[in-house]
């Protein structure tokens, strides 16, 4: 058993529908985009003309950066509470370890895979009528009071899919902040190109706030993007983790393909991991990597060795599925 007792987890959930791009079919096969710039110069082709691509659903599956990471965390040996929009017959794959309270309807997600990354077309008008619900409702708030004021690790994710996810994060928070003890608390932004500079700015306020070892898990993109829209250059993965660190005031965990780095109260340190040569996925992958590092971390590893064993999870994750 892991000596991460329980962890809560919050607040999306989505149904992913796993895609491949039809680039040219024959009799017996199908051959797909490969590279997300080749996919996008046909799109941009068809401007003033419109057209059509075909699609081949590869899987359906759960989704949501919270319920992703969570899943994670149940396979590690860890007993999650999980508080998500999973209204939907495939949130039944989750794992057994996973104490679920579901608040209403998930988001649907059309991932479109390519070799080099991912395009996610995201629909969470749903999602978001359920989250609005549930923040004013006081039997779910209470739960989620009750979850994050017992976890050892704190999860938030998906802060970026829209601005009602603040009120759930708010929630957390304001458990979090009363307790005694200093738990991990795990703070996930998920793709924020579309939030307003003003919601940035109360964002770092509310980081601040926050009580806890607090860690900002982010991508490369995330990074270099967050970086700038505090007013720095953005030019690299470590000094930029340096920057948010410098402006939020909380540990920076952030990861890019093939290597990871962190900046924080101990130091900076960037750990490379392995490229697949031959990737099977990438949907989720992010989540296996923040899952797989949380879980190091409350268990007692170096920030290194930490890093370390999150690159090799995503390794196996995108080569193998699994």
Not at 198 to 220: H, M, T, W
Request: aromatic fraction near 8%; charge should be negative.
């Amino acid at each position: 058993m892991s000596a991460v007792s329980t962890a809560a987890a919050g607040f999306d959930g989505y149904v992913d529908r796993i895609v491949r791009v039809v680039r040219e079919s024959g009799e017996n096969a199908a051959g797909f985009y490969r590279r997300i710039n080749d996919f996008s110069e046909a799109v941009r082709g068809m401007a003033g003309y419109s057209g059509e691509f075909e699609l081949v659903t590869a899987n359906v599956r759960i989704g949501g950066n919270a319920v992703n990471m969570a899943d994670a965390l149940a396979r590690n040996g860890v007993k999650v509470k999980l508080i998500a929009a999973a209204g939907h017959k495939v949130f039944d794959e989750l794992h057994s370890d996973i104490e679920l309270l579901s608040y209403g309807v998930p988001g649907d997600t059309m991932a479109l895979e390519f070799d080099d990354g991912k395009v996610m077309l995201a629909d969470s008008s749903g999602m978001r009528a359920s989250i609005i619900s549930a923040s004013r409702d006081g039997q779910i708030r209470a739960q989620i009071e009750d979850a994050y004021t017992e976890a050892s690790l704190c999860v938030l994710a998906n802060w970026a899919c829209m601005p009602e996810m603040q009120d759930m994060w708010d929630i957390a928070a304001g458990a979090v902040n009363k307790r005694n003890d200093s738990p991990l608390v795990f703070l996930d932004l998920a793709d924020f190109t579309k939030r307003r500079d003003v919601d940035i700015k109360r964002l770092v306020n509310f980081i601040k706030a926050l009580s806890g070892r607090v860690y900002l898990g982010l991508n490369e993109k995330e990074t270099l993007m967050l970086a700038k829209r505090l007013g720095y250059a953005g030019n690299g993965l470590s000094s930029s983790a340096r920057d948010i660190y410098a402006a939020a005031g909380c540990g920076v965990v952030a990861h890019a393909v093939g290597y990871s780095a962190f900046c924080g109260q101990s130091g900076e340190i960037t750990v490379k991991g392995r490229i697949s040569e031959n990737p099977v996925i990438s949907t989720g992958a992010g989540d296996r990597f923040n899952a797989t590092w949380c879980w190091a971390a409350v268990n007692g590893y170096t920030m290194e060795d930490a890093l370390s064993y999150a690159n090799g999870a995503v390794y196996q994750y995108v080569s193998s599925g699994a």
